[in-house]
């Protein structure tokens, strides 16, 4: 709080100095118009205007509503002060004391760090059933418990069949036969005898190794060994010893968890960021310390339609470990994972993120004109980087954009366009909306219970970030995309609501925050975008009347890049500051509809 009384003490004797500065020019110099004040006597004053704000204007004298220096008469013929089409002029005191600084619009990569939460899965092709390919009784379980890691050839269970038993005997025989023969045609009927009962025993379950040691076999020994086809985790067992079996009757399920698949969804607006073969780090609570790398390999094409969303899928490898004399796996099958996924992409054109201003459905920014002028310029945004904004249109490599105090320079432009940031004058505690826009088409009862969902969620954020609550914060952040979804889906994209729609969804994505200050960074976009929605809603549904905006004029040190003013909405009042919580819960004033 010192911090801004200090600054404000710092921008009135700036602007008194500024004002004295200009005063002096008044005094001694020409008017605006070239004549001198004696020429001037006699003449019809057309209005008073101040030289440091030209966009003030009044038809009486007095004193700039902004700096406070005296208006300066503006007689017939002459033009008065002109800063030009939007433009905004300020003294370089002003500038120095609110710190404008500038960057320059370059070339360069785009970097992301997308973070994302999933579930470590198995790998499904990977799967192995293990089933009775004959009728028969299992006599004693080799791997007796899910969870064991076994090899392929492993032996698994001893199998009682009479009907593979004889199978086998007659085998036994005709193989017997073959290496007694000696006639030439005996000896080829043998053989084709002997090996359709060697396909025989193939299509009973046997492998050519246990074929192959069949003659070998004591025939006392009347069961046969059910061996692992591929090494990997029993992950079901489905007999007993002592059990009987039909053909085709489950016995056991194996897979191989060697390598596992990390899974998460991908919200649409980060689509264009995802590709294949993207390295993505990955960790998670049970395996502390330790980060999994792996590629991302596969990204669904079907988007889920209630939460727009698209699988993606990671592959981890997954080493064998050693623990208490048993061998497993490292990672777990179902486990809660979180991950980075890190994205570059080839140098576009950019800008800082801190120098663009969203009042609208519109991105604008100000250009650093020199000599202390600035101009409003619209832009078009492409992909949001970590840092760095894309730039589609509007800007070209070499201008300068302002990047601090770029707020108070818009807050003096809308002043001189007469108010157009949607609030009006101050008085004993409560602002007002301005003139009300031009009527919108009626809601349907789609629309109606969808903008209620939207607006319910982002005044649940509110609530969470007054109380100080980061856990309740970060519990309801994910259920911003699904009702701003919803309410795209509710509103077409031709419906004249579609500028306010399409402002909430550019800020839907509303990450999980490791501290209240970066909650409250994450939940400012949104809670623009919630406000216009909520001021244009209650300025025509009589429904939506009873919602409160609220406006704090001091959030400039709420959190990193925080505007010097931020607005909010509430379902039912008495006011509570999301930006300070309980630091200054009472701080601001209702925005009152006019």
């Not at 973070?115 to 059933?129: C, N, P, S």
């Not at 009784?137 to 009682?160: D, M, S």
């Not at 905006?549 to 890049?561: I, L």
């Amino acid at each position: 709080m010192k911090s801004v009384h200090l600054f404000l003490l710092l921008v009135v004797a700036a602007l008194a100095g500024a004002g004295g500065w200009f005063a002096s020019r008044h005094f001694s110099g020409p008017h605006p118009g070239g004549t001198s004040a004696s020429a001037s006597a006699g003449r019809k004053v057309l209005y008073y205007q101040s030289a440091m704000h030209p966009w003030i204007k009044s038809d009486k004298p007095g004193r700039c509503t902004i700096c406070g220096m005296e208006l300066i008469p503006v007689y017939e013929g002459e033009t008065g002060f002109d800063a030009g089409e939007g433009v905004t002029t300020l003294g370089s005191n002003i500038i120095q004391v609110i710190h404008v600084q500038s960057d320059e619009v370059a070339r360069r990569p785009l970097r992301r760090t997308l973070r994302v939460a999933g579930i470590v899965e198995d790998d499904d092709t990977k799967h192995r059933l293990v089933s009775a390919y004959v009728d028969g009784r299992i006599e004693k379980l080799a791997v007796n418990f899910v969870g064991a890691e076994v090899n392929a050839g492993q032996p698994l269970a001893t199998f009682y069949s009479p009907t593979l038993l004889a199978a086998e005997r007659e085998y036994v025989v005709l193989a017997r036969q073959r290496s007694a023969g000696t006639n030439a045609q005996f000896a080829a009927e043998n053989q084709r005898l002997v090996e359709a009962a060697a396909q025989r025993l193939k299509r009973l379950g046997l492998s050519d190794a246990q074929i192959a040691a069949l003659p070998n076999k004591p025939e006392s020994d009347i069961h046969t060994p059910i061996f692992a086809p591929i090494s990997g985790t029993v992950v079901a067992r489905h007999v007993y010893e002592g059990q009987y079996v039909k053909e085709g009757e489950k016995l056991f399920e194996l897979a191989d968890f060697s390598t596992m698949w990390f899974q998460f969804d991908a919200y649409e607006r980060d689509l264009a960021w995802v590709k294949a073969g993207q390295t993505v780090e990955v960790t998670t609570p049970a395996v502390p310390g330790i980060t999994f790398t792996g590629a991302v390999v596969f990204i669904d094409p079907n988007l889920k339609e209630m939460t727009r969303t698209a699988r993606v899928r990671v592959e981890l490898p997954n080493p064998l470990i050693e623990g208490n004399g048993r061998r497993r796996r490292q990672l777990y099958h179902k486990l809660y994972a979180d991950a980075l996924v890190h994205v570059e992409t080839p140098e576009v054109l950019a800008i800082p993120r801190a120098a663009v201003l969203m009042p609208g459905p519109q991105a604008l920014v100000y250009l650093d004109k020199g000599g202390g002028s600035f101009e409003q310029r619209k832009v078009k945004l492409g992909r949001a980087g970590d840092e760095d904004w894309e730039v589609l249109d509007g800007l070209g490599e070499g201008d300068r954009v302002v990047t601090t105090g770029n707020l108070l320079i818009d807050a003096q432009a809308q002043l001189r366009a007469g108010g157009g940031s949607g609030v009006s004058e101050h008085r004993h505690g409560e602002t007002s909306d301005h003139a009300t826009p031009a009527a919108l088409p009626p809601l349907t009862t789609a629309q109606r219970e969808a903008a209620k969902q939207f607006l319910g969620v982002a005044a649940a954020l509110a609530s969470a970030l007054a109380s100080d609550n980061l856990g309740d914060f970060n519990s309801a952040a994910p259920k911003v995309h699904p009702a701003v979804a919803a309410l795209a889906t509710a509103f077409s994209k031709d419906s004249p609501w579609r500028p306010l729609i399409s402002s909430a969804e550019s800020v839907a994505h509303v990450d999980s925050a490791v501290d209240l200050r970066a909650a409250r960074k994450g939940f400012h976009p949104l809670s623009v975008a919630a406000v216009a929605f909520a001021k244009r809603l209650r300025a025509q549904e009589a429904e939506f009347g009873s919602i409160k905006v609220y406006r704090c004029p001091m959030t400039a040190e709420s959190f990193p890049g925080a505007p010097a003013a931020a607005e909010w909405i509430q379902t039912a009042g008495p006011l509570r500051n999301p930006w300070f919580g309980a630091e200054m819960i009472e701080c601001g004033a209702e925005v009152k509809p006019q």
